[in-house]
C-alpha cells in the first residue's frame, strides 16, 4: 500500500494567514492526488485534484502544488470557514488518505 | 446538486452486519464510480469500495472477504454491507461520488454527511 503523511498534524493560525499544508507519499505517485476539506456533521469538500486542479466552485485562495512524493495545499488568506480539517488521498495505486491536519484557530 | 444521503443502523452487535444504505439525488447512478468511506472515533479516513456503473465492483484487499457493495437502479441507492463486524468497524461511514479516467477511478467529488455506526453488545 501507498502511505501519505501529512504534517503537520495540527496547525494553529489567525484570520488572514498564509498557510501550507504538506503531503508525503511513500512512493511516487505522478500528479494523482486530492485533497479534502472535512468538519464534523458536515459533507465532506473536495478542494483540489490532480495536484493543482481547483475544483469548480472553490475559492481561489486554497491551491495546491507538487508532484512524485511531496505535495503542498496552500491557503492564501485564512477565512473563518476554512478553520477543519484537510486530507490528501492519493489515486496512483488504490486510494489512501493521510492522516489529516486539523487547523485551529490561534 | 447531487445530494447523498447515508441510512441505517446506528448500532450493530460483534459477528452480525452492518448493513447501509446511500440514497442519491439530484443525479443518476447510472454514471459515475460510487463509494464507501469509513472514518474510525479518532483515526484517518479509509476507504472501502466502489460500484461503478456498470455494476461492476472493487473493495479495499483489507477487507474485500467481508463487503458487499450492490446497487439499486430503481431507487436510485448503493448499499453497503460488512459481516461478521467487530469493535474495529465502529466508524462514520460515507458514502462519496467518485469520478476518473475511463475505466481508472480516481477522486471522490460529492460525498454524503456520513453515519456513525457502532458495533457493541
Known amino acids: 500500500d501507498i502511505q501519505m503523511t501529512q504534517s503537520p498534524s495540527t496547525l494553529s493560525a489567525s484570520v488572514g494567514d498564509r498557510v501550507t499544508i504538506t503531503c508525503r507519499a511513500s512512493q511516487s505517485i505522478s500528479r494523482w492526488l486530492a485533497w479534502y476539506q472535512l468538519k464534523p456533521g458536515k459533507a465532506p469538500k473536495l478542494l483540489i485534484y490532480k495536484a493543482s486542479s481547483l475544483e469548480s466552485g472553490v475559492p481561489s485562495r486554497f491551491s495546491g502544488s507538487g508532484s512524485g512524493t511531496e505535495f503542498t495545499l496552500t491557503i492564501s488568506s485564512l477565512q473563518p470557514d476554512d478553520f477543519a480539517t484537510y486530507y490528501c488521498q492519493q489515486y496512483d495505486t488504490h486510494y489512501t488518505f493521510g492522516q489529516g491536519t486539523k487547523l485551529e484557530i490561534k | 446538486q447531487v445530494q447523498l444521503q447515508e441510512s441505517g443502523p446506528g448500532l450493530v452487535k460483534p459477528s452480525e452486519t452492518l448493513s447501509l444504505t446511500c440514497n442519491v439525488s439530484?443525479?443518476?447512478?447510472?454514471?459515475?464510480?460510487w463509494n464507501w468511506i469509513r472514518q474510525p472515533p479518532g483515526e484517518g479516513l479509509e476507504w472501502i469500495g466502489y460500484?461503478?456503473?456498470?455494476?461492476?465492483?472493487n473493495y479495499n484487499p483489507s477487507l474485500n472477504s467481508r463487503v458487499t457493495i450492490s446497487a439499486d437502479t430503481s431507487k436510485n441507492q448503493v448499499s453497503l454491507e460488512v459481516n461478521s463486524v467487530t469493535a474495529a468497524d465502529t466508524a462514520v461511514y460515507y458514502c462519496?461520488?467518485?469520478?476518473?479516467?475511463?475505466?481508472?477511478?480516481?477522486?471522490?467529488?460529492?460525498w454524503g454527511q456520513g453515519t456513525l455506526v457502532t458495533v457493541s453488545s
Open positions: 462519496a461520488r467518485a469520478r476518473g479516467r475511463p475505466g481508472k477511478m480516481e477522486f471522490f467529488d460529492y
Open positions: 439530484g443525479g443518476s447512478i447510472n454514471s459515475f464510480y
Open positions: 460500484i461503478y456503473y456498470t455494476g461492476s465492483t
